[in-house]
């Protein structure tokens, strides 16, 4: 058996700011600093055996104050990279809203069914994340690993693990430095915890996603 622990980024300014990040290297402020280190320290206690992490700043920096904590060296791969919305990369979510290629209600009732610029298509960015993480997973049967990226790629590698529809990717939120565990068995995959925030520094505000 193998777990797989999933850690979102710490928070950016664009996170506080309400902004589409995307692929858009943006690093973290003082508080995505703090995030990390309290999950670091978390993470510290638990039997994690290898760190892949996307080639984005504000993933990268916070699997490295990880990986300074636990000892443990850092893999960095862009099949781990947060989708690309491309002409939608730096607007607030309400100036998305404003556009013509962007629907709310959509987002929120239809996702696997929207088009997007840039990557295109959840489903696009699905098969380009779990080709990774499964190769991930064949390369290191029997250990721990500890996969830290972003909100959307986080949904659909939980989405893709426990074999569920697309159509829930909006029904759960991953919040800055939340810990989700699934359990990788020969035969069946099942969530052991999904955005546990109980470490993360409070009086940041929920922020919007799509």
Avoid at 60 to 89: C, M, P, V
Avoid at 180 to 201: A, G, M
Wanted: aromatic fraction near 8%; include cysteine; glycine fraction near 8%.
């Amino acid at each position: 058996m193998s777990k797989i622990y999933l850690v979102r980024h710490g928070e950016t300014d664009w996170n506080r700011e309400d902004r589409c990040q995307g692929c858009l290297d943006i690093d973290l402020n003082s508080d995505g600093i703090k995030q990390a280190e309290v999950v670091a320290q978390r993470l510290s206690t638990e039997d994690i055996h290898l760190i892949y992490c996307s080639n984005l700043k504000r993933a990268y920096r916070t699997a490295e104050i990880i990986g300074q904590k636990t000892g443990l060296s850092i893999t960095k791969n862009e099949g781990l990279n947060e989708i690309h919305f491309g002409d939608w990369e730096g607007l607030t979510f309400g100036e998305m809203r404003n556009r013509p290629d962007y629907n709310y209600n959509d987002w929120r009732l239809s996702p696997h069914t929207v088009e997007f610029p840039g990557e295109g298509s959840l489903n696009n960015v699905q098969k380009r994340v779990m080709k990774y993480v499964d190769e991930i997973i064949s390369q290191n049967t029997g250990k721990n690993i500890l996969i830290v990226s972003h909100g959307g790629v986080i949904k659909l590698i939980v989405l893709g693990l426990l074999g569920i529809g697309l159509e829930a990717y909006t029904k759960f939120y991953i919040s800055n430095t939340s810990v989700s565990i699934i359990n990788v068995e020969k035969d069946r995959n099942y969530l052991r915890t999904l955005n546990d925030t109980c470490h993360v520094i409070t009086g940041a505000p929920k922020r919007n996603f799509f």
